[in-house]
């Protein structure tokens, strides 16, 4: 379960008519924090990144399935997301358990600075020059001036 403030600041962002993705970082930063704090660990920053997003779907961000990415991952996404339309009975304490537990047993470095640079360097990598582009220019509309 998310934690109070984090659910508060991605309601807000809401509120402020900020995309659901915006919405959804929120609950990736607060997995990284927990990552860092060593709650828990993670295989990869994209584990981390998929547990905050899964996260943010189930909290009832409005965050579509990927267009692209494996079937199980679409699939799993989508589950998530009707999960967050709908108020859903309690967990099972046995299932959640057994996933903390296997999370305990992965590694720390996975929310480290260089990491997270390595992560976001590759993401970038993928898009086009002009898609980048299109990014700053809006990203420096919203700049206060």
């Given at each position: 379960?998310?934690?109070?403030?984090t659910?508060?600041?991605?309601?807000?962002?809401?509120?402020?008519?900020?995309?659901?993705?915006?919405?959804?970082?929120?609950?990736v930063?607060?997995?990284?924090?927990?990552?860092?704090?060593?709650?828990?660990?993670?295989?990869?920053?994209?584990?981390?990144?998929?547990?905050?997003?899964?996260?943010?779907?189930?909290?009832?961000?409005?965050?579509?399935?990927?267009?692209?990415?494996?079937?199980?991952?679409?699939?799993?996404?989508?589950?998530?997301?009707?999960?967050?339309?709908?108020?859903?009975?309690?967990?099972?304490?046995?299932?959640?358990?057994?996933?903390?537990?296997?999370?305990?047993?992965?590694?720390?470095?996975?929310?480290?600075?260089?990491?997270?640079?390595?992560?976001?360097?590759?993401?970038?990598?993928?898009?086009?020059?002009?898609?980048?582009?299109?990014?700053?220019?809006?990203?420096?509309?919203?700049?206060?001036?």
């Open positions: 379960m998310p934690e109070k403030e659910l508060e600041r991605a309601e807000e962002d809401k509120k402020e008519g900020k995309a659901p993705s915006t919405q959804a970082g929120e609950f930063r607060e997995e990284i924090e927990h990552v860092r704090e060593g709650k828990h660990g993670a295989r990869s920053t994209k584990q981390a990144i998929a547990i905050g997003l899964s996260k943010a779907r189930r909290a009832g961000v409005n965050l579509p399935p990927p267009k692209k990415g494996s079937k199980k991952t679409r699939k799993q996404a989508a589950r998530d997301l009707k999960k967050g339309k709908k108020k859903t009975a309690k967990k099972s304490a046995k299932r959640s358990r057994a996933t903390s537990r296997a999370l305990k047993r992965e590694g720390h470095s996975a929310a480290s600075k260089r990491a997270l640079s390595r992560q976001a360097h590759a993401a970038a990598r993928k898009r086009s020059a002009a898609s980048r582009s299109r990014s700053a220019k809006k990203a420096a509309k919203t700049r206060k001036k």
